[in-house]
């Protein structure tokens, strides 16, 4: 079994910054890709931005210049770093990983921008 263990999430002002981390654990013996995702009340859970095994990323054209992700493979842990942060990026954030056997989502982690 496969385990994500989210961090970072909270309340922040608009222009604000955040950094969420996503640590992977358990039976998975190759990571082919980990990603956020978030999903605000109402809408589809959405792509946020990911990272390949070979270090490629996708991001939402919503984030693009403003969000960065970044592996420490060492450690099996993503990082997202969330800067001019805005209300429209008000939802809860859930960490992806997919590989062999099996992927695996965390529990989310809420993330809040005030006006």
């Known amino acids: 079994q496969v385990q994500l263990v989210e961090s970072g999430g909270g309340l922040v002002q608009a222009g604000g910054s955040l950094r969420l981390s996503c640590a992977v654990s358990?039976?998975?013996?190759?990571?082919?890709?980990m990603g956020w995702y978030r999903q605000a009340p109402g809408k589809w859970r959405d792509l946020v931005a990911e990272?390949?095994?070979?270090?490629?990323?996708n991001y939402a054209d919503s984030v693009k210049g403003r969000f960065t992700i970044s592996r420490d493979n060492a450690k099996n842990t993503i990082h997202l770093q969330m800067n001019s942060l805005k209300p429209e990026d008000t939802a809860v954030y859930y960490c992806n990983v997919r590989g062999w056997p099996s992927g695996s989502w965390g529990q989310g982690t809420q993330v809040t921008v005030s006006p």
């Open positions: 990272i390949t095994s070979g270090d490629s990323t």
């Open positions: 358990g039976s998975i013996f190759r990571i082919d890709a």
